[in-house]
């Protein structure tokens, strides 16, 4: 996604001006002279043969951007709802369902979004680097969404003394 972007970025002003006065005047300039110039060293104003190329990278570059961000935020909805795309499919027609009957569909395996989110990349980590970076460690919750510490592996569950003293470190 990022690349998309960057391409878009570094095509955007030669694509805009593959149609601006500039162009136009840079085109009137060589049909007076007979040889391509461009009219400023630093122009970012292309000669017709770099017109298409130009114009082809931008297009891609956003449509492949635009659409790997519409990816990135339905995966991360379905994190944030513990839904996999099968799932998505299934709740989606039992939700339609419940709302015909006029009565409310609650996805039995979401324990919200913070809890779908640690499911998934566990709660160690800051939640931008959990993302970025590869893990190595055994998941901290078991695959079946159990609220409390019962959800959590027994290496990861506080044991019934450590959770007496750090209640008693509440204030």
């Known amino acids: 996604h990022t690349g998309m972007m960057y391409g878009v970025c570094i095509t955007y002003v030669p ?3 593959t149609s601006g006065p500039l162009y136009r005047s840079q085109v009137d300039q060589f049909r007076r002279t007979g040889h391509w110039e461009r009219m400023h060293a630093d122009s ?3 000669f017709p043969r770099e017109k298409m190329p130009i114009s082809l990278a931008f297009m891609i570059c956003l449509a492949v951007g ?3 961000a519409f990816l990135g935020g339905f995966h991360l909805y ?3 709802t513990a839904q996999t795309t099968i799932e998505f ?3 989606w027609m039992s939700a339609r369902k419940a709302r015909k009957a006029k009565r409310k569909w609650i996805n039995p395996y979401s324990l919200g ?3 779908n989110w640690q499911q998934v990349f566990g709660s160690r980590l800051n939640p931008f680097l ?3 970076l590869p893990s190595t460690r055994q998941p ?6 159990i609220a409390g510490e019962q959800g959590k592996r027994p290496e990861f569950r506080l044991s019934a003394s450590k959770m007496h003293s750090v209640e008693d470190h509440i204030v």
Request: net charge positive.
């Open 15 to 17: 694509f805009v001006n």
């Open 140 to 145: 901290e919750y078991l695959p079946l969404p």
């Open 113 to 115: 979004a913070r809890r």
């Open 89 to 91: 499919h299934g709740n």
């Open 78 to 80: 379905l994190t944030l």
């Open 66 to 68: 635009i659409a790997v």
């Open 44 to 46: 970012m104003v292309p």
């Open 130 to 132: 959990a993302v970025l």
